[in-house]
């Protein structure tokens, strides 16, 4: 007999999203995501002055600021005809590559390691290490206290890696992961001034001079990082996707084989040629990869809490709730590219990657990494096979994380030539009377793009679809299930009172709930509360 087991909220996420699955001979047979709060920043836009955008975006999220605020200045630069200068190309990408580091580590390490591994087992640790020594005697010290709440997590399972050796290294690793994403907040806060909610990118370009010192000092956390991402991060998690016992995870959380990147980080000022390459896959054809069109994105309402005229391209596109709709679920729209849903994220931008390298459109850069770390066997079955599970989606990040770190290099030293070059181009400020733009970038989830209209020098429309957006959306008119609902068919459920398995795939995908639903008043700015039935 069929079960519905409902996780709500979805723990060790940013926001707040309920899962709904219904269980039937152990597996999963049905999903619904539903984002369970409303997003008004649209809203709260209209009417202001253009510039405000930037710093009213970057307030969706806490999380995501630097890549709200990025989107939104590419969005101006756009509508206000910018020529980007190239000092201003290459800071914005190294920020946008400090934001990325830290938060794929973030992701890892302190969201979703705890799902694999027992913590508990460090107390049995018996090597004689110093440090995992000191480790073993912190986490004695937290149980006798009966303090390891936040280590422990929601549900458990009888696969965690309870090695006493192994397990020591790897929670060693989580409390080193703060340390790293220090260094790389660091890094981005030498250019931006602070994080959150940062101010050093502007429409036309940025506000701080590369100097040969500040150079130097993101330099020499850079290469910290770089160290650490290769010898520590990257190991873990081909150690983890080795372990027996998670060897279904390889394909097991499959979303469906729609994959779709647009691409990040400016080569060149005209923004044509991109360091991580842009374009589409279907049903998991890795050697198929096809151009991506901005005009095929449309964003479908038919199961969300919007009017129906909510139905519309982004760019069009407009957010007035209708709580109590019938066959709706969830305040999420539904983001389509030419009518099929599509993951966006590491695994995608990885995955177009390699495609185009297969192609040999793309000079040979993920590959020789995934041969390196030993993985060409796994991905040639997985690409014959068609499925790309929970364990890629997290390899795919931490690839994803290497090559970033490692090109961040080559800009510092472009940098470095063009110091005293101009920074901002003067014509950011020159408000059009009348005029459109778009800002489409990577951010660590997946493809951002966000949208302006302005009229009489004033915002007349602005639309986000965020990359949690098109990965937690609910169903669209056809009745086509988002990514997350797709991947979650099939998942083993042995113990509906123990789901670990569901929260083990939706955290694969490192939801942002935050920036995908969030609750503002438009006319005061307070907190409006809905209560769903």
């Given at each position: 007999?069929?079960?519905?087991?409902?996780?709500?909220?979805?723990?060790?996420?940013?926001?707040?999203?309920?899962?709904?699955?219904?269980?039937?001979?152990?597996?999963?047979?049905?999903?619904?995501?539903?984002?369970?709060m409303f997003r008004g920043f649209e809203m709260l836009l209209?009417?202001?002055?253009?510039?405000?955008?930037?710093?009213?975006?970057?307030?969706?999220?806490?999380?995501?600021?630097?890549?709200?605020?990025?989107?939104?200045?590419?969005?101006?630069?756009?509508?206000?005809?910018?020529?980007?200068?190239?000092?201003?190309?290459?800071?914005?990408?190294?920020?946008?590559?400090?934001?990325?580091?830290?938060?794929?580590?973030?992701?890892?390490?302190?969201?979703?390691?705890?799902?694999?591994?027992?913590?508990?087992?460090?107390?049995?640790?018996?090597?004689?290490?110093?440090?995992?020594?000191?480790?073993?005697?912190?986490?004695?010290?937290?149980?006798?206290?009966?303090?390891?709440y936040f280590f422990l997590p929601r549900y458990t399972s009888d696969d965690y890696i309870s090695d006493p050796e192994l397990a020591t290294i790897l929670v060693g690793h989580y409390v080193q992961a703060l340390e790293a994403r220090k260094k790389a907040q660091e890094m981005l806060s030498i250019y931006y001034g602070r994080m959150p909610s940062f101010v050093g990118t502007i429409p036309g370009g940025v506000t701080v001079q590369p100097t040969?010192?500040?150079?130097?000092?993101?330099?020499?956390?850079?290469?910290?990082?770089?160290?650490?991402?290769?010898?520590?991060?990257?190991?873990?998690?081909?150690?983890?996707?080795?372990?027996?016992?998670?060897?279904?995870?390889?394909?097991?959380?499959?979303?469906?084989?729609?994959?779709?990147?647009?691409?990040?980080?400016?080569?060149?000022?005209?923004?044509?040629?991109?360091?991580?390459?842009?374009?589409?896959?279907?049903?998991n054809n890795v050697g198929a990869v096809q151009d991506f069109d901005e005009s095929k994105i449309f964003e479908y309402v038919e199961h969300s809490w919007y009017t129906d005229d909510c139905s519309q391209p982004p760019a069009d596109g407009k957010t007035d709730p209708e709580v109590g709709k019938k066959d709706a679920y969830s305040f999420i729209k539904s983001p389509r590219y030419d009518d099929d849903h599509m993951e966006v994220g590491?695994?995608?931008?990885?995955?177009?990657?390699?495609?185009?390298?297969?192609?040999?459109?793309?000079?040979?850069?993920?590959?020789?990494?995934?041969?390196?770390?030993?993985?060409?066997?796994?991905?040639?079955?997985?690409?014959?096979?068609?499925?790309?599970?929970?364990?890629?989606?997290?390899?795919?990040?931490?690839?994803?994380?290497?090559?970033?770190?490692?090109?961040?290099?080559?800009?510092?030293?472009?940098?470095?030539?063009?110091?005293?070059?101009?920074?901002?181009?003067?014509?950011?400020?020159?408000?059009?009377?009348?005029?459109?733009?778009?800002?489409?970038?990577?951010g660590p989830r997946g493809a951002l793009g966000h949208w302006i209209t302005i009229g009489g020098k004033k915002i007349d429309n602005y639309q986000c679809v965020v990359p949690t957006t098109w990965n937690a959306s609910p169903r669209d008119k056809e009745g086509q299930r988002g990514p997350i609902e797709t991947s979650l068919i099939g998942i083993p459920v042995p113990d509906p009172e123990n789901p670990i398995n569901v929260v083990r795939c939706v955290r694969s995908f490192d939801p942002c709930l935050a920036c995908a639903i969030h609750v503002i008043h438009p006319e005061h700015n307070g907190v409006k509360e809905f209560r769903v039935i």
């Open positions: 007999m069929a079960q519905i087991v409902t996780i709500d909220p979805v723990t060790r996420i940013e926001g707040h999203l309920r899962i709904d699955v219904e269980i039937e001979n152990g597996v999963v047979k049905d999903a619904w995501s539903s984002g369970t209209k009417g202001k002055h253009p510039w405000d955008a930037q710093q009213v975006t970057e307030r969706i999220c806490g999380v995501c600021p630097l890549v709200h605020g990025t989107a939104s200045s590419y969005c101006l630069d756009d509508a206000m005809d910018v020529d980007l200068p190239d000092n201003a190309r290459l800071i914005r990408n190294l920020c946008l590559g400090a934001n990325f580091i830290q938060s794929h580590i973030l992701h890892f390490y302190t969201l979703a390691a705890l799902d694999y591994v027992d913590v508990t087992a460090v107390l049995n640790y018996s090597g004689s290490d110093p440090a995992l020594l000191a480790l073993k005697g912190k986490i004695a010290a937290l149980a006798e206290s009966n303090d390891l040969l010192d500040n150079i130097e000092a993101f330099l020499n956390r850079l290469n910290d990082l770089r160290f650490w991402i290769d010898n520590v991060y990257v190991q873990d998690i081909v150690t983890i996707a080795g372990v027996p016992a998670y060897a279904p995870f390889m394909k097991v959380g499959d979303s469906g084989g729609n994959y779709l990147a647009y691409g990040g980080f400016d080569l060149d000022t005209s923004g044509r040629e991109k360091f991580l390459p842009g374009g589409y896959i279907l049903g590491p695994m995608a931008r990885m995955l177009v990657m390699a495609g185009r390298e297969l192609a040999g459109d793309y000079p040979k850069t993920l590959l020789p990494l995934i041969d390196q770390v030993g993985l060409t066997d796994a991905v040639n079955t997985l690409v014959s096979e068609g499925a790309f599970g929970i364990l890629p989606r997290h390899a795919m990040r931490a690839f994803e994380c290497k090559l970033i770190a490692d090109k961040m290099v080559d800009w510092l030293a472009e940098l470095q030539k063009g110091v005293g070059e101009p920074i901002w181009d003067p014509k950011g400020k020159d408000i059009p009377g009348d005029s459109r733009g778009m800002g489409l970038v990577e």
